[in-house]
């Protein structure tokens, strides 16, 4: 079965600098896809193609939520234990990342003087090919300045100064509420990992691993421990925490079926224990053994 | 206005009550409005209801270039004047009223991420399929929105605007689907708020809150303005508990002018 997913380099110990990127190669692992993973740096696809790109058999598809659809229709779905209102939640949470967070993210990464001049375009030129690396930062910046102009502007204000004061609040605003929907847990609906993960994971995971100058949003997402550690889980558990240059058909995505397995399996034999351990509290606090049991705690 | 100005200013708001005279904006309801624009419109009203406010609509061929965003509806109230459901619910939060305190933090996060869904998919396709449809543009978009001006100013408005919607298609990467896609679209987002609504009366159960208001007006507007074509009505009336959803609303919210609508 020939496939082959096209997309950015990875960099400060991710498998992906580019969100969309991020966001399919996390579904792929919680998914248990196999996918070759080519990267596009260094070549002259850094300019003619649009990433992430799927090349699954004869067809090609592109954009995150067309190719997450097509992993779902060839059996590998990340999804399937959803119930019927959790698949809605999952659409209008991902919306809600499309309207209040991407803004702001483009924003920090290639509007920002500060962030681009010393982080993004030495990046990407130094990732991209002669004699495109004169012009893919400054397209990909472009392309992000009027999507945040064209989106965002009220139309007598098109000056970027005057948006970005609304665009930060409302990213923080984004990321409380994203806060508060996680709470506690280790992954926005239960204990696996849903497409939900992989597009939130997709989205703050560059924001909280890049060595910004100038990050306001940084800071305010380093304040909200829960994020951190969803991001920080996914990357040790589905990811090696090492940064590797990815070629070809890399050796690990033969295991990562394996290991997925075996941690559905492990985090099932920790609720049951966690299970008979509350039954084994219960038991011992019961009035036959009252005198003998210590309060739990 | 700068963010700082901005709470000033909503702070010597608060102060005020609500006035008897406070009047909200839209273009003209027969001959120029147009779908996303009703849509909008619907929404505000039907909030300013759900919090018992009172508010006269008036109809101004030049509403859009009045608002302060260029975005329509605007509410005139005293001495502010407010645009779009997102800082009329804060302004009016300011003034004491408010449809969604009794939530807490889980639901008002969904409650936000429900309104950019509608915003971010049923907002878009409306407006994808009044502009970039070429069909519907020439039939109905354009001759309805330049209907008020004469020769050649309403040429040159009607085709700015519809410049100015394909190049934010473009930007979001809207432009490369076609209306099937974006009908299918349209779908989806339905099922999502069917299967949030399931059987109870409103999105967060007893209370209607500014999602209702939001949901009702867009679907309301879909099922009673008349397209080109029926298949975006049809696209909605698939799902049964939405409708009741805005019949419900209607009967409760709009009983005064039931005899000019009907679903």
Not at chain 2, 230 to 253: G, M, P, W
Request: glycine share 4%; net charge negative; charged share 20%.
């Amino acid at each position: 079965m020939k496939n082959l997913l096209l997309c950015w380099g990875g960099d400060w110990d991710l498998p992906s600098v580019h969100t969309d990127s991020l966001i399919v190669l996390a579904y792929a692992k919680f998914s248990g896809a196999k996918l070759a993973v080519k990267s596009i740096d260094w070549t002259w696809r850094t300019i003619t193609a649009s990433v992430p790109q799927l090349h699954y058999e004869a067809s090609t598809v592109t954009e995150p939520t067309q190719i997450l659809n097509f992993l779902r229709k060839q059996r590998f779905n990340a999804d399937y234990e959803l119930t019927a209102k959790q698949g809605a939640d999952t659409m209008a949470y991902i919306a809600l990342l499309e309207e209040k967070l991407r803004p702001a993210l483009l924003h920090t990464f290639w509007v920002d003087a500060d962030n681009y001049a010393n982080l993004t375009r030495p990046w990407f030129t130094s990732h991209s090919p002669f004699p495109l690396n004169f012009f893919v930062p400054g397209r990909q910046a472009s392309l992000a300045l009027s999507r945040i102009l064209l989106t965002k502007a009220e139309s007598p204000l098109l000056n970027i100064t005057e948006v970005e004061g609304k665009i930060y609040s409302e990213a923080k605003e984004c990321l409380n509420l994203l806060s508060h929907r996680l709470g506690n847990f280790h992954f926005f609906f239960g204990d696996t990992p849903t497409s939900l993960d992989a597009f939130v994971f997709g989205h703050i995971a560059p924001l909280i691993k890049a060595p910004l100058p100038s990050g306001q949003l940084q800071k305010h997402l380093n304040q909200l421990d829960n994020l951190c550690q969803f991001c920080n889980t996914i990357l040790k558990n589905y990811f090696n925490a090492s940064a590797e240059k990815r070629t070809d058909c890399s050796p690990t995505a033969i295991h990562d079926p394996v290991d997925a397995n075996l941690q559905k399996l492990t985090q099932l034999v920790n609720k049951e224990s966690n299970l008979i351990e509350k039954m084994d509290d219960n038991l011992r606090s019961s009035p036959q053994h009252r005198p003998n049991s210590t309060p739990p705690s | 206005m700068s963010l700082a100005a901005e709470a000033f200013v909503s702070q010597i708001a608060a102060a005020e009550p609500w006035p008897e005279k406070a009047t909200l904006y839209q273009p003209l309801k027969e001959d120029q409005i147009l779908l996303s624009d009703s849509a909008s419109s619907l929404a505000v009203q039907t909030f300013l209801r759900m919090c018992g406010l009172p508010v006269q609509v008036s109809c101004c061929a030049n509403a859009e270039y009045m608002s302060p965003s260029g975005k329509v509806p605007f509410i005139h109230v005293g001495n502010q004047v407010v645009s779009e459901l997102g800082p009329i619910v804060q302004f009016i939060k300011a003034k004491g009223h408010s449809l969604s305190d009794g939530l807490d933090d889980v639901q008002r996060a969904e409650m936000k991420a429900y309104m950019e869904l509608v915003n971010n998919m049923l907002l878009t396709a409306e407006l994808y399929i009044q502009w970039c449809d070429d069909y519907t543009a020439t039939e109905i978009s354009r001759p309805r929105y330049s209907s008020p001006y004469s020769w050649p100013l309403n040429h040159i408005l009607a085709y700015q605007k519809q410049w100015e919607v394909r190049r934010k298609m473009n930007a979001i990467g809207w432009s490369g689907k076609n209306l099937e896609q974006v009908y299918e679209d349209v779908s989806q987002c339905c099922q999502a708020l069917s299967q949030r609504l399931g059987t109870q009366p409103y999105f967060f159960n007893k209370q209607p809150t500014e999602l209702d208001a939001l949901v009702f007006g867009h679907l309301f507007t879909i099922l009673t303005t008349q397209l080109t074509n029926d298949e975006l009505a049809e696209k909605v009336k698939s799902y049964t508990n939405l409708l009741s959803f805005c019949h419900r609303i209607e009967q409760t919210y709009f009983k005064e002018d039931k005899g000019s609508r009907s679903v």
